[in-house]
């Protein structure tokens, strides 16, 4: 799962407009990326995501054919910053991507693109509310009566563990200790052997499937999740 640090300046930006906190940062040499928090935010749960104007960028064709054609309501002088209204739980993922180049700010604007419309509905890499991504599969520490093992090669040679070919064995939670976590009880390879204080001896790391994309509201005990 994407994470990103974030630096919260809560007081000296507060009304700002997001060209203004651009050139406010810019000025202090602070260029990178960032987003702001306003009187939406606790009404949608989303923020700008601000980039760079554009006239620091014009050497990209790309960018050129942009302005040209699908920026509207330019006012005479005015400076066009690339700025994307994202949901909030968006972000990490949606700046990895672009920090990846996965894909581009262009790619997130509104077609055509009004620089001066804050009203722009927030725009989501996934539709959060109706049908939101999996969570990461959960590497859960199993002790010896908490997980099964097999040889059998029609289940081990569904594996392949560079360079040694085939595992000698495989190993899932046991159906009931799954059902407990939310997780799915699926035949995979050991991740390491735990040997924590806190499990007996024997103990294994496996990483498991949620069974519904929802994460466990239960108390986690001797199958505890990392």
Known sequence: MPTAR??????????FSPEQVRTALDAEGKKGSCIILDERTMADGSVWYIHRYVDELLEDEDLKDWLEDDVINIKEGERILLKSRRKMIDVPTFFEAIH???????????????PGDSSVPAQSVYDWDRKPPQPPAPFVVAAPDEFELTRDPRETHKFVIPPRGFPDAVVRLKTSIARQQRLLAKWTVITKRYDGSDSPKGSIVLQQNWDTGVRPAVDVQRASIE
């Open 100 to 114: 990846e180049g996965r894909t581009d700010i262009l790619a997130a604007l509104p077609q055509p693109y009004d």
């Open 6 to 15: 974030l630096m919260l300046d809560s007081t000296r930006f507060l009304g």
